[in-house]
């Protein structure tokens, strides 16, 4: 194992216990399981039951439902007995917090439960105790007299248990002792399970969630390492980012999260957590997983890796997702051994560069719009990557996620260009343009070392890692390339591992001291916008988030006549403009990985049988009068009891507090209690303005 991960340099599963969760069984390298949770109340059985029926047909293997107290915990055998008689037996969770009681009664009903450790015995007062080692000891005793009896039960019934850490609910003794950090959550589940291990109950799923996607891969990957050091076995985990919010957005922030993780074989179960009806999640969470049926290691190789030439991507055939027939250059080159990482998976540093013109050193990663197939680019088509000209006043209006560059191929434009934006052409247009201030030319590796011309500021010079035609182990060309006070690199990798081969050739980089900038470019060639959005998720954000690459190029493949029309039918992502599609994603992902903030960031929670009010309207409402705000954190959350612990770093928060009242915070801090909802936004709006939060959205 290299720190965390069975492979770094190909697709390998983690190799972990087999959980048995009623008639499934979970971990040990069987598939990666999907799921998802209700948010009707518990008390309707009814709903529940017609809700969870609708997950299972959307191919949910798993659901989980809350049971907040004795009495939902009690119910959960009316639903169970009503989807029984209905032909459903899919297994179901009891979602526990704060009620060991609930939790007791529920895991002798269900398949298997789930509980908080931040919130299973304590109760969070947010204070900062400081607690002697006798203390502390005393607190882990507490623990387990508390838990013991519900291990206890469990094990007797034969029920699984995850012990679902989250980022946001860390006991006060947890923060006291290892702050609000990714150790800290793993130390967290730790003291149960060593607990649980004590009593010989091993039915366990472990899972480390964040809303910070940079957290939550940290913390897992932290997980894997302490569980192999204490125990020399790792239990299956289940993979998801809190509060990912709705859309777009969403589905970017879990791809990043849970894709990054998967890229390196870990994940026996995911769950992507949308402010959407849960049976939305199901067709997300299968995009993800049937990336990777088709790796090394899965042993359906073949198959797999024949679907997604064909551009079904799909190695499982209970996926039946339709997608059109196209060839993908992938190549199974071999991508070398790692003897030594040269940085460090568990904390964010940046790789260290020299900027190159705006790219590098300390600027925030640039974003290159590929308009190279418009036949004849004029100024409307600039509209798509954030430039709007106005012809009357003759200006151009510049939006917070406007391209910083466009790669145009053979073409030159024949308007003047608003002042920020510049151009990258290929060699030959580019000397034909005689213009060095807006023009930039981009060589293939052998062409920049061999051109006879070259820009006396700027070359981007690609490097396609580790292809079958890339000669292992020499990298003699990268000595001339490197430190080249001019060059950019441009990374990308057909290789079907390709963010392992990136990742491979940004250590190759590193071991030789090379500081040059790197654009990371990605393409994809799989056809619904989901299935774009993963792909660009997934591959871009893992190198994102360990600190690689200094710009993003985001391109698809010619098969890309994007549906409209999302799996189940329902329009989700209407994609009319594939330009302004790949730059929007662009600028999300650099957004979800906290690397160039250009938007107000919202953080809501999917909802549940708690939810005090419709969370997907009024997350609409108030993103719509708050989406100019850029940088500034919202949170919207459904119930006062979990809500305010699970927000973690949001800057404002909107708490359901009881039927019809809103509670508003400051950070952590309470500052309006029960406003009514009917003018809670209106609140809102005043809060912001108090904290100099707010500015006048502009006219357009
Ligand atoms: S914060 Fe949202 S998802 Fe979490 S318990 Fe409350 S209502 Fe349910």
Redesign the pocket.
């Given at each position: 194992m290299m720190l965390y991960s069975e492979s770094l340099t190909s697709y390998k599963r983690l190799k972990t216990r087999e959980v048995t969760i009623g008639n499934l069984r979970l971990g040990n390298g069987h598939p990666i399981r999907v799921q998802t949770?209700t948010t009707t109340d518990t008390m309707d059985t009814h709903a529940t039951v017609e809700q969870t029926i609708r997950c299972i047909e959307a191919g949910a293997e798993l659901v989980r439902i809350?049971a907040?107290s004795r009495k939902e915990a009690e119910n959960l055998q009316n639903i169970k007995d009503e989807l029984h008689k209905r032909g459903y037996h899919v297994p179901l969770v009891a979602?526990i917090?704060f009620t060991p009681n609930a939790a007791e009664i529920a895991a002798r009903i269900v398949e298997k439960v789930r509980v908080n450790p931040g919130n299973y015995v304590d109760k969070k007062k947010f204070e900062q105790i400081e607690y002697t080692d006798a203390e502390y000891a005393e607190e882990i005793e507490r623990i387990r007299e508390r838990f013991t009896p519900l291990v206890r039960i469990c094990r007797e019934h034969g029920t699984a248990m995850r012990i679902g850490t989250n980022h946001g609910s860390l006991s006060d003794r947890i923060m006291s002792r290892y702050g609000d950090t990714a150790i800290g959550m793993v130390e967290s589940a730790m003291e149960f399970l060593r607990i649980a291990r004590d009593e010989d109950y091993h039915n366990i799923v472990l899972s480390m969630k964040s809303s910070n996607p940079q957290v939550m891969v940290q913390a897992y990957r932290l997980l894997v390492q302490h569980m192999m050091q204490e125990f020399g076995e790792c239990y299956p985990l289940h993979l998801g980012v809190t509060?990912a919010g709705d859309g777009e957005d969403g589905r970017i922030k879990s791809a990043i999260g849970i894709g990054t993780l998967l890229e390196d074989g870990i994940g026996d179960t995911i769950r992507v957590s949308l402010t959407e009806d849960p049976e939305f999640e199901i067709p997300v969470c299968r995009d993800l997983v049937k990336r990777y049926a088709g790796r090394a290691g899965t042993g359906n190789d073949e198959q797999g890796m024949m679907n997604r030439e064909q551009g079904t991507g799909n190695g499982d055939a209970a996926f039946n997702i339709q997608h059109s027939t196209f060839n993908i250059p992938f190549t199974y080159g071999a991508v070398p051994d790692i003897k030594q990482l040269p940085y460090s998976p568990f904390e964010y540093r940046r790789r260290d560069t020299y900027p190159v013109g705006n790219i590098g050193g300390k600027q925030v990663p640039v974003v290159v719009a590929d308009l190279s197939r418009i036949s004849s680019i004029t100024p409307q088509h600039l509209q798509s990557i954030g430039y709007t000209y106005d012809t009357a006043t003759d200006k151009w209006t510049i939006s917070d996620s406007a391209a910083d560059y466009i790669f145009t191929g053979n073409q030159l434009l024949n308007f003047a260009l608003p002042g920020t934006l510049k151009l990258i052409a290929y060699p030959a247009t580019w000397e034909e343009s005689g213009d060095n201030s807006h023009y930039y030319p981009i060589f293939s590796d052998k062409g920049y070392l061999e051109a006879a011309a070259r820009h006396p500021q700027m070359n981007f010079v690609m490097i396609d890692c580790f292809n079958d035609l890339t000669p292992v182990n020499d990298f003699s060309f990268l000595d001339d390339l490197g430190n080249d006070p001019t060059v950019v690199l441009c990374l990308s990798s057909t290789n079907l591992n390709a963010l392992q081969s990136v990742r491979r050739m940004f250590m190759e980089l590193g071991n030789r001291g090379l500081r040059n900038p790197v654009i990371l470019m990605t393409d994809s060639h799989w056809q619904t916008p989901d299935e774009h959005l993963i792909h660009f998720s997934a591959e871009t954000g893992g190198l994102l988030l360990d600190g690689f690459g200094d710009g993003l190029s985001l391109g698809y493949g010619a098969a890309a006549g994007l549906d409209t029309t999302r799996v189940s039918g329902r329009t989700y992502l209407p994609v009319s403009d594939i330009h302004q599609f790949t730059n929007n994603t662009a600028f999300s992902i650099l957004q979800a990985t906290r690397t160039r903030i250009s938007k107000t960031e919202y953080i809501s929670?999917?909802?549940?049988?708690?939810?005090?009010f419709d969370?997907q309207e009024t997350t609409a409402r108030i993103r719509a009068v708050t989406n100019h705000l850029k940088g500034v954190k919202i949170a919207i959350?459904?119930?006062i009891?979990?809500?305010p612990g699970?927000m973690a770093d949001a800057d404002f928060g909107y708490v359901?507090s009881g039927p019809g009242k809103i509670t508003l915070y400051k950070g952590k801090e309470i500052v309006k209690r029960n406003v009514d909802s009917e003018v809670a936004v209106d609140e809102l709006i005043t809060l912001l303005k108090e904290n100099d939060a707010w500015v006048e959205p502009s006219v357009k």
């Amino acid at each position: 194992m290299m720190l965390y991960s069975e492979s770094l340099t190909s697709y390998k599963r983690l190799k972990t216990r087999e959980v048995t969760i009623g008639n499934l069984r979970l971990g040990n390298g069987h598939p990666i399981r999907v799921q998802t949770m209700t948010t009707t109340d518990t008390m309707d059985t009814h709903a529940t039951v017609e809700q969870t029926i609708r997950c299972i047909e959307a191919g949910a293997e798993l659901v989980r439902i809350t049971a907040p107290s004795r009495k939902e915990a009690e119910n959960l055998q009316n639903i169970k007995d009503e989807l029984h008689k209905r032909g459903y037996h899919v297994p179901l969770v009891a979602d526990i917090h704060f009620t060991p009681n609930a939790a007791e009664i529920a895991a002798r009903i269900v398949e298997k439960v789930r509980v908080n450790p931040g919130n299973y015995v304590d109760k969070k007062k947010f204070e900062q105790i400081e607690y002697t080692d006798a203390e502390y000891a005393e607190e882990i005793e507490r623990i387990r007299e508390r838990f013991t009896p519900l291990v206890r039960i469990c094990r007797e019934h034969g029920t699984a248990m995850r012990i679902g850490t989250n980022h946001g609910s860390l006991s006060d003794r947890i923060m006291s002792r290892y702050g609000d950090t990714a150790i800290g959550m793993v130390e967290s589940a730790m003291e149960f399970l060593r607990i649980a291990r004590d009593e010989d109950y091993h039915n366990i799923v472990l899972s480390m969630k964040s809303s910070n996607p940079q957290v939550m891969v940290q913390a897992y990957r932290l997980l894997v390492q302490h569980m192999m050091q204490e125990f020399g076995e790792c239990y299956p985990l289940h993979l998801g980012v809190t509060e990912a919010g709705d859309g777009e957005d969403g589905r970017i922030k879990s791809a990043i999260g849970i894709g990054t993780l998967l890229e390196d074989g870990i994940g026996d179960t995911i769950r992507v957590s949308l402010t959407e009806d849960p049976e939305f999640e199901i067709p997300v969470c299968r995009d993800l997983v049937k990336r990777y049926a088709g790796r090394a290691g899965t042993g359906n190789d073949e198959q797999g890796m024949m679907n997604r030439e064909q551009g079904t991507g799909n190695g499982d055939a209970a996926f039946n997702i339709q997608h059109s027939t196209f060839n993908i250059p992938f190549t199974y080159g071999a991508v070398p051994d790692i003897k030594q990482l040269p940085y460090s998976p568990f904390e964010y540093r940046r790789r260290d560069t020299y900027p190159v013109g705006n790219i590098g050193g300390k600027q925030v990663p640039v974003v290159v719009a590929d308009l190279s197939r418009i036949s004849s680019i004029t100024p409307q088509h600039l509209q798509s990557i954030g430039y709007t000209y106005d012809t009357a006043t003759d200006k151009w209006t510049i939006s917070d996620s406007a391209a910083d560059y466009i790669f145009t191929g053979n073409q030159l434009l024949n308007f003047a260009l608003p002042g920020t934006l510049k151009l990258i052409a290929y060699p030959a247009t580019w000397e034909e343009s005689g213009d060095n201030s807006h023009y930039y030319p981009i060589f293939s590796d052998k062409g920049y070392l061999e051109a006879a011309a070259r820009h006396p500021q700027m070359n981007f010079v690609m490097i396609d890692c580790f292809n079958d035609l890339t000669p292992v182990n020499d990298f003699s060309f990268l000595d001339d390339l490197g430190n080249d006070p001019t060059v950019v690199l441009c990374l990308s990798s057909t290789n079907l591992n390709a963010l392992q081969s990136v990742r491979r050739m940004f250590m190759e980089l590193g071991n030789r001291g090379l500081r040059n900038p790197v654009i990371l470019m990605t393409d994809s060639h799989w056809q619904t916008p989901d299935e774009h959005l993963i792909h660009f998720s997934a591959e871009t954000g893992g190198l994102l988030l360990d600190g690689f690459g200094d710009g993003l190029s985001l391109g698809y493949g010619a098969a890309a006549g994007l549906d409209t029309t999302r799996v189940s039918g329902r329009t989700y992502l209407p994609v009319s403009d594939i330009h302004q599609f790949t730059n929007n994603t662009a600028f999300s992902i650099l957004q979800a990985t906290r690397t160039r903030i250009s938007k107000t960031e919202y953080i809501s929670c999917p909802s549940c049988g708690r939810t005090l009010f419709d969370l997907q309207e009024t997350t609409a409402r108030i993103r719509a009068v708050t989406n100019h705000l850029k940088g500034v954190k919202i949170a919207i959350m459904g119930c006062i009891v979990n809500g305010p612990g699970e927000m973690a770093d949001a800057d404002f928060g909107y708490v359901g507090s009881g039927p019809g009242k809103i509670t508003l915070y400051k950070g952590k801090e309470i500052v309006k209690r029960n406003v009514d909802s009917e003018v809670a936004v209106d609140e809102l709006i005043t809060l912001l303005k108090e904290n100099d939060a707010w500015v006048e959205p502009s006219v357009k």
